[in-house]
């Protein structure tokens, strides 16, 4: 008791020391899109929400910067932003990007849209991919635009009359019109602010309210995988272009050339990664026609002779085919007059050499069977006369007869082959 009473009053505790609480820092994933919205831009965007939802990010930012895309893949962004448990935020940024036609659709949609200063958003009328629409169905589409962007808009609370008039009209504004009109919710300077700018903002998701915690949030940075990145790649018009072109060239070898097999297989895989691209890309199947026809017409060269003309055709309609390819107002969505042109003239240089070559061995002389005997040099083995006779030619002993009496041993030329016999003079 006694000892008791002294370790009380010396305020000696016996307990273990209390540990203190490490507070876990916040974190948020961020990705970038910098092309066309295409189906490899909507399974990316996919991915991520899903990769921050599992790693439990404040948000997902979605660093915006696009001339627009495919309605389809736009859509599936959309469901996506709408239906995740993480507040997507999309930043249109960096100064000098653009969130236009399908961007403007993904901006509003999410929980908080923000731009960077010198950026800008609008031109969301819809338009065909690879033909052109007739007045019906140009007004059909853009009533199915303008009610799907006007319920975006709706959802979240944003300016329904210019989400529609961005589709109706086509009207495009910049980062400080957008946030005076209500179409965005901040236009900050970088990640950085935009982070300090949206913390402890209350967020509805498709489940919950969500307060942001973000003014010290670690930053994870989503790049796009291998195969995003080469079927993204392969998106380009000048790359699905060239694919194109060697698919052509090697099934041209394995059609001349059969059970060469790797031309063959080349060309099929290209032909298919080809097609893959056109299906993300406005083309026109008149072009498309046009370069068909255009392989198709050196192709006959090698087999007419027209001295050049269906060579001609060809370049012409390889190169108004490739320049018809690709319809879309959009640069970025355009084929390069520096991928086209030295197309065309490799074309016409490889066709123009594969007829040069046919043509020289058509006109050259035959080196195996009967028909290279004519004009050889070879020896009398027995005298020779008009009905009977033997020579050696070409290490081979053939009958022969001749016009005019021929001693045994003598040299002699071969004039022409009768089946089995051949017509020979003295040499």
């Given at each position: 008791m ?16 209390e ?8 974190k948020?994933t961020v ?8 189906p490899v831009?909507?399974?990316?965007v996919n991915?991520?929400?899903k990769?921050?939802?599992?790693s439990?990010?404040e948000a ?10 495919l309605?389809?893949?736009?859509r ?6 709408f239906a ?6 999309v930043f249109?940024s960096?100064?000098g ?5 399908a961007?403007v659709?993904i ?7 923000a731009?960077?200063?010198?950026t ?10 690879g033909e ?6 140009s007004e059909k ?23 529609e ?9 910049t980062?400080?019109?957008?946030l005076?009109?209500h179409?965005?919710?901040?236009v900050?300077?970088?990640l ?6 949206i ?7 498709a ?5 942001l915690?973000t ?8 790049e ?7 079927l993204?790649f392969i998106s380009n018009?000048n790359?699905a ?10 099934l ?5 050339n ?20 056109f299906?993300t ?7 498309l ?11 006959l060269?090698?087999k007419v ?5 269906l060579?001609?055709g ?9 320049i018809m390819?690709?319809?879309s ?14 197309a065309?003239v490799?074309t ?13 061995a ?8 009967a028909?290279e ?8 083995k027995?005298?020779?006369?008009a009905?009977?006779?033997?020579v ?15 001693e ?7 004039e022409s082959v009768?089946g089995?016999k051949?017509?020979?003079r003295?040499?």
């Open positions: 006694l000892l008791a009473s002294i370790f009380l009053a010396a305020g000696i505790s016996f307990s273990a020391p540990k203190k609480e490490v507070k876990k820092r916040p948020v990705i970038s899109i910098d092309s066309v919205i295409n831009a909507a399974e990316y991915r991520s929400i990769k921050a939802s599992a439990g990010s997902l930012i979605i660093e915006l910067d696009t001339p627009g895309g309605d389809t893949s736009m599936l962004i959309v469901k996506d932003i995740s448990e993480v507040p997507v935020v249109v960096p100064s990007a653009r969130a236009a036609s961007g659709f901006t509003m949609s999410a929980h908080i849209a731009m960077a200063p010198g800008n958003i609008g031109a969301a009328h819809p338009v065909a991919v052109k629409m007739d007045k019906v169905m589409a853009a009533n199915d635009a303008a009610a799907y962007i006007k319920s975006i808009a709706e959802s979240r609370g944003r300016n329904v009359q210019w989400a008039s961005a589709v109706r009209k086509s009207v495009s504004i980062e400080a019109e957008a005076k009109l179409v965005i919710d901040m900050q300077n970088d950085k602010s935009l982070l300090l700018a913390d402890a903002k209350k967020v509805k998701t489940f919950k309210e969500v307060t915690r003014a010290d949030a670690e930053v994870d940075r989503v796009m995988g291998f195969r995003h990145k080469v993204d018009p790359v272009y060239i694919l194109m072109m060697i698919g052509f060239y090697g041209f070898f394995e059609l001349t059969p059970g060469s097999l790797v031309p063959g297989i080349l060309g099929g895989i290209s032909l298919v990664l080809a097609f893959y691209a299906q890309l406005p083309v026109n199947y008149a072009g026609l046009l370069i068909v026809i255009g392989l198709i017409l050196f192709i060269e090698i002779t027209s001295y050049g003309l060579s001609l060809g370049i012409g309609c390889v190169i108004l085919g490739s390819l690709i319809d107002p959009d640069p970025l969505m355009k084929l390069s007059f520096s991928v086209v042109v030295p065309a490799v016409a240089l490889f066709f123009g050499l594969t007829v040069r070559l046919a043509f020289r058509f006109k050259s002389k035959p080196v195996t069977g028909e005997l004519p004009g050889i040099h070879g020896t009398a027995t005298d020779i006369s009905d009977a006779g033997q050696m030619v070409h290490g081979e002993i053939w009958s022969a007869y001749s016009e005019e009496p021929i045994k041993n003598a040299r002699i030329i071969v009768d089995l051949v017509k020979v003295r040499a």
